[in-house]
């Protein structure tokens, strides 16, 4: 599903963001990835979304080889991957429903499975009833429903979601997990960066460290909360 | 089909959301296809006269009725000035004249004799020389007058050769000018949209998605302005051709009769119109896609 093989990113300033990083998650994983800021985060999750290509090394993710992908497949890529970020990216004169509708509709999808998928993942995320409302009427929390809706519109097998708790209140944080880990359930892959060593802690699972651009920690870690 | 209509009805939103700017882009089009294409009409108008009238660059020299006509002819002959002596007898010179003025016949019923002489048309071969030439004519035996074209195709000539000028002056300038303000125009509207377009590219729209509104905002521009220049220079044009029809005798002796109908070229105009708008559209929003819409 998503694979780094020996992967280095230096920025032209001179800073190198990864080091030789390799990296394996397989389908239907939930991976957690941690680290202090600037530890190379978003540069690794950057590269799965093929925003930005290694310096040295290979990516892989859902079949597709990243590092020579043609640029005109690369929107074709883009639609396998969900991406959820801390400043949620709504369109702010588009209501709730509209925001999940464009996303189906600028990937061509028929009118019949936007009125189809639209209401399913809204009642997924628990905003049925804010469908019409605006963005600047919701809360942090319900706007990043919202993105996760938008994200697993188009049934993504991959979900990247680089902080998506930053800009929430504390409490709510862990219904976005248990959002994104429900969305897990159901098969979809979900790598998710914090920075909140609480919510791995409380949730466990596959927990990846990152410091100074190298993978320090890769390993399962147990949840003191909610097992099922 | 869905997305065809979704497109399009992205690019008028765009359109009406960024309109003061596309009024501007509107105009300034409508300006620059307004005056080039008049001028175009000017030249060809400029050409059609040249061809009715070069043949008309003639000098007359009328004579005495009792004259020796074929000693004229040859004195003419040997000058070093002329190239063709033709000659025109009383009867046909009185025909063409009829023919000139047809909508007056009962004019020329009545004369009680033909007032017109027998005539001479000399071509010289240097129009510059023409007054040198008519005094030299004036002095032969039984010439009665000599009448000198005025440089008739030498004006229009100068004409069209200024309105080729300016009409080439104008397309370059407005031309480049149109396409630097809906250049600006596109970059408003994607500055307007950056964050739609920033979660397209994010969802995985295609570049020809992402693109095509903006296409169509500056295509429709373009084709709006060209339909509005050519209402404009319909309305020009048939008023100056009007002024011109009013008085089409003497206009017609000049060969202005058979300059451009309007009605006759409309469609054809449109067309090139709507081409020519639609693709400075086309132009000008490339190049600011290009620039400010990198993929
Ligand atoms: N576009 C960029 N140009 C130059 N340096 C960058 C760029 N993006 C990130 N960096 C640097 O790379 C390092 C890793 O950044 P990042 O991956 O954003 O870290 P994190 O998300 O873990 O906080 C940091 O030192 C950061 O300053
Ligand atoms: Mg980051």
């Given at each position: 599903m998503v694979e780094l093989k020996n992967v280095s990113v230096h920025y032209k300033e001179g800073v190198d963001a990864l080091s030789n990083v390799n990296l394996r998650i397989e389908k239907g994983e939930f991976v957690f990835i941690v680290g202090d800021s600037g530890a190379g985060k978003s540069t690794l999750l950057k590269l799965i979304t093929r925003e930005i290509t290694p310096t040295e090394g290979r990516v892989f993710v859902n079949g597709y080889n990243l590092t020579n992908i043609k640029k005109s497949k690369i929107p074709y890529f883009r639609r396998s991957v969900g991406m959820i970020f801390q400043d949620f990216r709504l369109i702010d004169n588009l209501n709730v429903?509209?925001?999940?509708?464009?996303?189906?509709?600028?990937?061509?999808?028929?009118?019949?499975?936007?009125?189809?998928?639209?209401?399913?993942?809204?009642?997924?995320?628990?905003?049925?009833?804010?469908?019409?409302?605006?963005?600047?009427?919701?809360?942090?929390?319900?706007?990043?429903?919202?993105?996760?809706?938008?994200?697993?519109?188009?049934?993504?097998?991959?979900?990247?979601?680089?902080?998506?708790?930053?800009?929430?209140?504390?409490?709510?944080?862990?219904?976005?997990?248990?959002?994104?880990?429900?969305?897990?359930?159901?098969?979809?892959?979900?790598?998710?960066?914090?920075?909140?060593?609480?919510?791995?802690?409380?949730?466990?699972?596959?927990?990846?460290?990152?410091?100074?651009?190298?993978?320090?920690?890769?390993?399962?870690?147990?949840?003191?909360?909610?097992d099922e | 089909m869905n997305n065809l209509s979704y497109l399009l009805k992205q690019g008028f939103s765009s359109i009406w959301k960024n309109r003061l700017m596309s009024f501007a882009s509107l105009c300034i089009l409508t300006v620059c296809l307004l005056l080039v294409g008049l001028s175009g009409f000017v030249m060809l108008d400029c050409g059609i006269i040249l061809d009715n009238v070069s043949d008309k660059n003639e000098i007359s020299v009328y004579m005495e009725d009792d004259a020796d006509i074929n000693h004229i002819k040859d004195v003419l002959n040997s000058n070093t000035l002329v190239t063709k002596v033709r000659y025109i007898s009383p009867e046909e010179g009185l025909e063409s004249m009829k023919n000139q003025y047809k909508d007056q016949t009962e004019l020329f019923e009545s004369l009680p004799y033909n007032p017109v002489p027998p005539t001479y048309m000399v071509t010289i071969n240097d129009l510059d020389k023409i007054d040198m030439a008519v005094g030299q004519f004036q002095v032969i035996q039984g010439v009665y007058k000599v009448n000198a074209p005025m440089d008739f195709a030498g004006f229009i000539e100068d004409i069209r050769n200024t309105f080729t000028i300016v009409g080439i002056a104008l397309m370059l300038s407005l031309g480049a000018v149109s396409i630097i303000i809906i250049a600006n125009t596109t970059r408003i509207s994607v500055f307007a949209r950056r964050k739609e377009i920033a979660i397209m590219r994010i969802v995985g729209a295609t570049n020809s998605f992402i693109r095509t509104p903006f296409f169509v905002e500056g295509m429709t521009v373009g084709l709006l302005?060209?339909?509005?220049?050519?209402?404009?220079?319909?309305?020009?044009?048939?008023?100056?051709?009007g002024l011109f029809s009013e008085s089409l005798g003497m206009w017609g002796a000049l060969g202005m009769d058979n300059i451009i109908k309007f009605s006759d070229v409309a469609v054809q105009t449109l067309l090139v119109y709507c081409a020519a708008g639609a693709l400075l559209g086309a132009i000008g929003t490339v190049l600011s896609m290009s620039k400010h819409l990198k993929i």
């Open positions: 429903y509209d925001n999940v509708a464009f996303v189906m509709r600028v990937t061509g999808q028929s009118k019949r499975d936007i009125r189809h998928r639209v209401p399913y993942v809204l009642d997924l995320v628990k905003l049925t009833d804010r469908a019409k409302a605006y963005p600047n009427k919701l809360s942090g929390g319900e706007m990043q429903r919202v993105a996760i809706a938008r994200a697993f519109a188009s049934d993504p097998g991959l979900i990247i979601a680089d902080e998506p708790t930053a800009n929430i209140d504390p409490g709510l944080s862990y219904d976005i997990v248990r959002l994104l880990r429900e969305i897990n359930k159901c098969g979809t892959t979900v790598v998710m960066v914090t920075h909140e060593h609480s919510l791995v802690e409380y949730f466990g699972g596959r927990l990846i460290s990152l410091k100074s651009g190298e993978i320090i920690f890769d390993d399962v870690v147990g949840g003191a909360g909610e | 302005s060209g339909f509005t220049s050519w209402i404009l220079t319909k309305v020009i044009y048939e008023g100056v051709f």
